[in-house]
């Protein structure tokens, strides 16, 4: 079946600058997760949304960043005024999640999309 | 806090022989361990987790991992390492209660030489 998408698959924009990367998940999965890949600081969380439950905006590093989720499905990660430290490759992962903090068996298993290369110059 | 720490940044080995990469963790609790790997402009695969039950877990490819918990450790394995397998693998770890989110290691390139 379809894996995760994300769009576009590379963005170049200019420093103070707005931009929107598209996150697709899994049909049917119901938590989806915003990660950041960047050199200097390896794989970082930034947003987790379950279902209709208040996002965990825990791992946003400024308020410049934002994402939402519409109909519980595809997400759109924001950032204003880019940086040139936001440079950086966007990562998008969607799992099958029950709202009870643990599930296990085959749910939890975080299934990721190929990335948004961004850079800002 | 929860924290995973790949030791090695690079392990060479020739094809046939058998691959160890290396992860250590830190969390409150059990854990919950998860092994991707990702190849050159691609995205994370998942490999294989561990949640309860048997201490080797296998996976995708060939790959398998040894849950130890008293030293903490999760390291992935397989027994004949391919040309193809090179790649840069992940560790990441969450506990089974808290954040969701994933923390992962810093990755360690895995370099198989023919």
């Known amino acids: 079946g379809a894996g995760v998408s994300q769009s576009p698959s590379n963005k170049v924009t200019e420093k103070g600058k707005d931009v929107e990367l598209r996150c697709d998940p899994i049909?049917?999965?119901?938590?989806l997760y915003w990660y950041r890949q960047s050199l200097g600081q390896g794989l970082e969380f930034l947003i987790y949304f379950q279902g209709n439950s208040a996002p965990d905006k825990s791992g946003l590093p400024s308020d410049r960043f934002s994402a939402e989720r519409t109909g519980g499905s595809v997400s759109t990660l924001t950032i204003q005024r880019t940086q040139q430290e936001d440079s950086a490759v966007y990562l998008c992962?969607?799992?099958?999640?029950?709202?009870?903090?643990?599930?296990?068996?085959?749910?939890?298993?975080?299934?990721f999309g190929p990335g948004t290369r961004l850079l800002v110059l | 806090a929860q924290s995973v720490a790949q030791p090695e940044d690079q392990v060479n080995v020739a094809e046939g022989n058998p691959l160890t990469v290396k992860c250590t963790y830190s969390?409150?609790?059990?854990?919950?361990l998860f092994w991707y790997v990702q190849y050159p402009n691609r995205g994370l695969q998942f490999l294989l987790k561990?949640?309860?039950?048997?201490?080797l877990v296998k996976g995708s490819y060939g790959f398998e991992a040894e849950f130890n918990k008293s030293q903490t450790s999760f390291h992935l394995k397989k027994p004949s390492a391919l040309v193809s397998d090179s790649a840069l693998y992940f560790c990441a770890v969450r506990a089974l209660t808290g954040r969701r989110a994933l923390t992962f290691g810093s990755g360690t390139r895995l370099q198989v030489q023919p």
């Open positions: 049909s049917g999965h119901t938590a």
């Open positions: 561990y949640i309860t039950g048997d201490n």
């Open positions: 969390v409150s609790g059990n854990p919950y």
């Open positions: 992962a969607s799992s099958f999640t029950s709202p009870r903090t643990f599930s296990g068996g085959n749910q939890e298993t975080q299934y």
